[in-house]
């Protein structure tokens, strides 16, 4: 079957089952193309807690469905594949976790989103890369913060506040595998350009750049610029949104290696089979949803 007559089988089908298909915006080109809401973490979680539809399907990695279903427990939450992970979110374990609370008594939990349910259930609140500055700062009673699991967005929001941070040891591969001397390459190919960067990279290489922000805020910025021409250090599947919205603007990767292997392990067949089969639900226990809830529901309202 054609890519064109697949997604029209999986559009009828999410009608049929009053389904709504959520996805990243570092999911494939034909996938983005066919979704009802495309977005970054926050805006995909905020979708997710509110829709009316009766199914999600989720385009993404584990931790993104996994949160849907934590929000919406009522909804039947579908990930076409099982396979794909988030590499990040596999860098604390639940006990790792309590070892660093005993450590740092009084200090509170914020856990970024991509994490496991397990590790969202011990926090204080959750945090996407487009609100960590605000949700550390509406801490109000809060001296130490230890940020979990990924180290380089702690060190950038501890720019930005006056509360302490303990940054995990956690890292993204795709994002901290990139270089200041590669972006210095790139910078000197296209004089003029400028860099915007997830704050899932280095410190060395945010400061560098002349934007930094979550997918949403990238797209948000590259439409917003004057510049014609942008640098880009995230992940090569929001190049699609990038075109799409700005045709007469020039896109060039910081580099040819940000490849999240997870995100793009998910196929149109696979949303074809997921919808066909009703597969694979994605149900968090109660025992971890409860909390986990907590915090993540902390932070969509500490978010408004
Ligand atoms: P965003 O929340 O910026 O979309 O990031 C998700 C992610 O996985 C980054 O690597
Ligand atoms: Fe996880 Fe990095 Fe892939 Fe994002 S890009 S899903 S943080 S491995």
């Known amino acids: 079957m054609g890519i064109i007559e697949t997604q029209e089988k999986i559009r009828k089908l999410l009608d049929n089952r009053n389904a709504i298909l959520l996805a990243h915006y570092y999911q494939r080109d034909e996938i983005q193309d066919i979704a009802d809401i495309l977005g ?3 805006a995909l979680s905020v979708e997710a807690a509110e829709t ?11 931790f993104m469905a996994e949160s849907a279903s934590i929000l919406s427990p009522d909804k039947t939450v579908l990930l076409p594949r ?7 979110a596999d860098k604390i374990t639940v006990k790792e976790l309590q070892q660093a609370k005993v450590e740092n008594p009084g200090a509170k939990v914020v856990t970024y989103v991509n994490s496991s349910a397990e590790t969202k259930a011990h926090s204080d609140i959750c945090c996407t890369s487009a609100n960590a500055v605000r949700i550390v ?6 001296q130490t913060v230890l940020m979990v699991p990924d180290g380089n967005l702690a060190r950038y929001t501890s720019q930005f ?24 390459r790139v910078k000197d190919e296209n004089p003029g350009a400028l860099f915007a960067a997830h704050p899932e990279c280095r410190a060395e290489v945010l400061a560098m750049a002349d934007f930094v922000g979550s997918t949403g805020g990238i797209l948000k910025f590259a439409r917003e610029t004057d510049a014609k021409k942008i640098i880009v250090g995230t992940e090569r599947g929001i190049m699609h949104q990038l075109k799409i919205q700005n045709p007469d603007k020039t896109f060039v990767p910081a580099s040819g290696n940000m490849i999240c292997v997870d995100m793009k392990r998910m196929t149109l067949n696979d949303i074809l089979s997921s919808l066909l089969e009703m ?23 500490a978010s408004k």
Not at 161 to 184: A, M
Not at 279 to 301: C, D, G, Q, T, Y
Request: with cysteine; glycine share 6%.
């Open 52 to 62: 009316t539809a009766d199914v999600i399907v989720f385009a993404g990695v584990r």
């Open 82 to 88: 099982l396979d794909v992970g988030c590499p990040l």
């Open 161 to 184: 506040t006056e509360k302490k941070i303990i940054p995990w040891r956690g890292f993204c591969y795709v994002h901290d595998n990139l270089s200041p001397g590669e972006v210095q």
């Open 40 to 42: 970054d973490s926050l």
């Open 279 to 301: 597969k694979h639900v994605i149900k968090v226990p109660e025992e971890i949803r409860v909390p986990a809830n907590f915090a993540l529901s902390r932070m969509l309202e």
């Open 137 to 142: 700062n509406s801490l109000e009673d809060a």
